[in-house]
């Protein structure tokens, strides 16, 4: 391939947004593709961002949040895209403005972010489903930040596509951080774990395209009640997996359960909203716009928390 002189000095910058899960992916039926077990649903968030910078080098840099790191599966990566390509080494400077690593999927946004960053970059003109096919190669749920709104990533090919937009339910996100610093056991570690030592996994992977149809089904009628149900059956389905893995794993903390009590008694008082969490100890409150002011009332009460607030938002794109 030629690369002109511009393309040395030139940096691409694109950004992408954390998703949410509904439905969750936890489990893996094929490890060297990241192909997950079963299928999911995920909402995009807008306040939340990851931007990276990509430039032409001499060798693999990669920095996070100011710091250089060494990250083997960012390495690892980017020698997979880079071989299929015929590329030269990046640099790749990536800013979250949440906590890295904390259950906010990070790297979902992270590996969306690049891989955008990349085939603009090398004018690559990759589609927005082969964008969505290598950012799973990187970290599944990533596949999912490629697109805006309501997303679903589901077999045989594990390509996300966009269930609906941003604008079709406007539903709000409240992410109640209960502890900044960054998980102990990784998603790929954890899941590695369930998946071998669960009682429960079988289970969980039995019901998953049950809960993944009466999802979408409630996304698309807009019906809060049993998206409400299903997503919050199955967040405590997948914790529950993670809770029995041998040795036992608990994303939980301590502040994760107080929230998820208040989110009960703002049900249990008349307003609509559930929780979910994911491989971390924050708990993230889906709510209709129209009750903010209520659930902010309610958890501005909770203590040692940190509320950030977002709404639904769009996929991954260049600044
Ligand atoms: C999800 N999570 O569906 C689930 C819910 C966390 C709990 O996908 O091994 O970082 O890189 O594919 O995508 C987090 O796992 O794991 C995740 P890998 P990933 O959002």
């Not at 950004?15 to 949410?20: L, V």
């Not at 800013?95 to 969306?112: E, I, K, M, V, Y």
């Not at 996100?173 to 790929?188: A, D, F």
């Amino acid at each position: 391939m030629v690369r002109s002189r511009r393309d040395k000095i030139r940096m691409t910058t694109a950004i992408a947004h954390p998703n949410i899960a509904l439905v969750k992916y936890w489990g893996k039926q094929n490890k060297t593709l990241n192909h997950p077990a079963s299928p999911s649903v995920s909402i995009t968030l807008d306040s939340l961002t990851t931007t990276t910078k990509v430039a032409t080098s001499t060798e693999t840099r990669l920095v996070l949040n100011g710091k250089r790191i060494e990250d083997l599966k960012v390495a690892n990566f980017l020698d997979l895209f880079r071989q299929q390509f015929g590329l030269p080494p990046v640099s790749v400077e990536t800013d979250n403005n949440f906590p890295t690593g904390a259950g906010l999927a990070s790297s979902a946004s992270g590996f969306a972010a690049l891989v955008t960053a990349l085939s603009e970059h090398f004018q690559l003109g990759l589609n927005l489903s082969t964008l969505s096919e290598w950012a799973r190669r990187g970290s599944a749920s990533s596949a999912r930040s490629i697109y805006g709104g309501f997303v679903t990533l589901q077999g045989p090919d594990w390509r996300a596509d966009q269930l609906a937009k941003e604008s079709h339910w406007e539903l709000e996100i409240c992410i109640i951080v209960t502890n900044e610093g960054p998980k102990k056991i990784s998603s790929t570690t954890g899941m590695k774990s369930s998946e071998a030592t669960s009682p429960f996994y079988l289970e969980w992977i039995k019901t998953a395209d049950s809960d993944f149809e009466i999802a979408k089904k409630a996304i698309v009628e807009r019906d809060f009640m049993k998206l409400s149900e299903v997503a919050e059956q199955n967040c405590l389905k997948m914790h529950s997996v993670i809770h029995t893995s041998q040795p036992a794993i608990s994303y939980w903390a301590p502040g994760t359960v107080s929230a998820m009590e208040q989110v009960r008694e703002i049900r249990n008082a008349g307003t609509p909203a559930f929780f979910t969490m994911d491989a971390g100890p924050q708990v993230k409150v889906i709510y209709p716009r129209q009750c903010r002011a209520i659930i902010q009332k309610s958890l501005e009460e909770l203590k040692n928390v940190r509320l950030i607030w977002a709404s639904i938002g769009p996929g991954a794109h260049l600044v």
